[in-house]
């Protein structure tokens, strides 16, 4: 028997966005293919719902409802707006590539005197230019995931990076990610980031919203491929508009004695979910993941992790504190997976979370699955709530309640934070965090 499933409201009109965005979005041939099989794919599934275990805590249908338009490409007076909230958001010494209503903006990037090793290229001009080995990269991320499939679908733009065999980068890459549309949009980036063996970098992933931006939506994904003796040290800043959305998702895969360090923050947007895949594809590699969710109001973010073993002998870790004051929700969701032929594994993860107020929530999901006899793995997770006895002993010492607190978010928080290592960029961390802070005062 056939069976047809009507589509509501909200069905038709993506499907409307996506027939109409079509002459935008760049690639032909094979990948306007792979657009319509992603599209079918999410299609079938939809806004994930808390009936999907991996979205249990974050039912999009709920949170989200409905997919936005495509942004119009920026023009000159959100490139102005844009260009403001860069000044702001710009790291000292960093390499700026900016991305604003998901276009990539050469006016407002820095693409001049790149070091040694290093080639920048957009994901338009990559996708149109017909490279197929770098299209089967940007197009590896799985497409049963629903919003995996909804990016690859419709993303636009995006930042193409290569860092050659054997470069060093000594100056930060800073992605910044800028929304300016005065009206409600949806922006689709995707970027590729490939280190060659025996190659370092520095990437920070920033979210921010020029003057005026408040109802939008990120979706994001990022693919990046760590070549054997490599180094990635990675940092995402999540500030967005308190109305907006950021739904992003990673796939990460390391070569032999590789090292990826990465922290994360979120102190933004109306719902946020971060969902990653960290394969560890060579020998003797190591993966240090740490997070930081500061939420108040109806804040709801999610930290999603996955972490696949599958060679021996390679070590992660992960930490991650979350802080929720009013009505703010916090999901974290780790699973580690070590496969039968991964012995060696040394893998530990631990969450904990500090509510505020006695609305706050946080839900916290550490999973373990080994089928792998001579490993070392653990997992733990705590949710509990301000020492009165350390407050009593602040307040007593001249503090006020709300300083007193602070202090104590941010001794609770410091160790994720700690993971950073330039001290410029560790900073830079510890700033966003005091004007969260600031701001719940």
């Not at 275990?53 to 249908?61: H, N």
């Not at 629903?146 to 193409?160: F, K, Q, R, Y």
């Not at 928080?413 to 700690?418: F, L, S, T």
Request: with cysteine.
């Amino acid at each position: 028997m056939n069976l047809a499933l009507a589509k509501n409201e909200t069905g038709r009109a993506l499907s409307d966005s996506f027939a109409v965005a079509r002459d935008r979005l760049p690639g032909a041939g094979k990948v306007a293919e792979a657009r319509s099989a992603a599209f079918e794919a999410y299609e079938r599934v939809g806004l994930p719902h808390r009936r999907l275990e991996d979205w249990k805590y974050t039912d999009l249908r709920a949170l989200m409802r409905e997919v936005l338009p495509l942004a119009p490409a920026p023009d000159a007076a959100a490139l102005k707006k844009a260009s403001a909230a860069v000044k702001l958001q710009a790291i000292k010494g960093a390499r700026r590539l900016v991305l604003v209503d998901g276009v990539f903006a050469p006016t407002l990037s820095e693409l001049e005197g790149l070091e040694q090793g290093l080639t920048v290229r957009t994901l338009r001009d990559v996708l149109d230019a017909g490279d197929a080995a770098l299209q089967a990269q940007l197009f590896s991320l799985d497409n049963a995931n629903p919003m995996v499939a909804l990016n690859s679908a419709i993303m636009t733009d995006g930042v193409v990076i290569e860092i050659a065999k054997g470069a060093v980068l000594k100056q930060p890459l800073q992605v910044i990610h800028v929304a300016c549309g005065a009206t409600p949009s949806a922006m689709f980036t995707r970027s590729l980031l490939r280190l060659g063996n025996d190659a370092a970098a520095t990437v920070v992933e920033s979210y921010i919203a020029a003057d005026g931006a408040n109802v939008y939506q990120v979706h994001d994904a990022l693919v990046a491929v760590i070549g054997d003796n490599a180094r990635l040290d990675h940092i995402r800043l999540v500030e967005d508009s308190r109305d907006a959305f950021n739904i992003a998702s990673a796939v990460v895969t390391l070569g032999a004695h590789s090292h990826f360090n990465t922290f994360g923050m979120t102190s933004g947007a109306s719902a946020s979910r971060y969902q990653a895949t960290i394969a560890f594809a060579g020998e003797h590699s190591r993966v240090e993941t740490n997070g930081v969710n500061l939420l108040n109001g109806r804040q709801h973010a999610d930290t999603t992790l996955f972490m696949d073993h599958a060679v021996p002998n390679c070590a992660s870790r992960e930490v991650f504190r979350a802080v929720a004051d009013d009505r703010g929700h916090s999901v974290f969701q780790g699973r580690i997976i070590v496969r039968p032929d991964a012995q060696k594994t040394d893998a530990k993860m631990m969450t904990r979370a500090l509510l505020l107020s006695d609305e706050a929530e946080a839900d916290n999901k550490p999973e373990l699955e080994i089928f792998a006899d001579d490993v070392t793995c653990g997992h733990g997770a705590t949710t509990g709530a301000l020492d009165e006895s350390l407050l009593f002993y602040l307040r007593a010492r001249g503090l006020s309640e709300k300083e007193a607190q602070a202090l104590l978010i941010q001794a609770f928080v410091g160790e994720a934070i700690e993971s950073i290592v330039r001290d410029d960029l560790r900073e830079l961390a510890i700033v966003a965090a005091q004007r969260w802070l600031e701001a719940r005062a």
